[in-house]
Nanobody, 129 residues
Framework: QLQLVESGGGLVQPGGSLRLSCTTSRFTLDSYAISWFRQAPGKGREGLSAISRSGTRFDTAGSVRGRFTISRDNAKNTVYLQMTSVQPEDTAIYYC??????????????????????WGQGTQVTVSS
């Protein structure tokens, strides 16, 4: 079973940057489309950004477009979420999710959760001065 592990969360000041990582130790991620989600206290899970197996197709939510960038390094078995210009409303637990697919250009579904086969435990991001 694929076990996803997120890291890189923490406390960051408004306007700052943070890079989250999603990796797994036992299997490779290159058979999966990977997405990042977040969940703030009292809110539902929000899809943020998705990347295909090939790393050439993307989907990004309007709420973070231009500020958050997803990328993957299959050689390092890691998917990243680069967060810039963060604001207090970005405070949440951030999760990565994997959807197994044969389609190299499939990105997943940021508006639904059912396509994902595996989820990580999440990493806390707190934006505060």
């Amino acid at each position: 079973q694929l076990q996803l592990v997120e890291s890189g969360g923490g406390l960051v000041q408004p306007g700052g940057s943070l890079r989250l990582s999603c990796t797994t130790s036992r299997f490779t991620l290159d058979s999966y489309a990977i997405s990042w989600f977040r969940q703030a206290p009292g809110k539902g899970r929000e899809g943020l950004s998705a990347i295909s197996r090939s790393g050439t197709r993307f989907d990004t939510a309007g709420s973070v477009r231009g500020r958050f960038t997803i990328s993957r390094d299959n050689a390092k078995n890691t998917v990243y979420l680069q967060m810039t210009s963060v604001q207090p409303e970005d405070t949440a637990i951030y999760y990565c999710a994997a959807a197994e697919t044969r389609n190299y250009f499939y990105t997943g579904d940021l508006r639904g959760h059912s396509v994902y086969d595996y989820w990580g435990q999440g990493t806390q991001v707190t934006v505060s001065s």
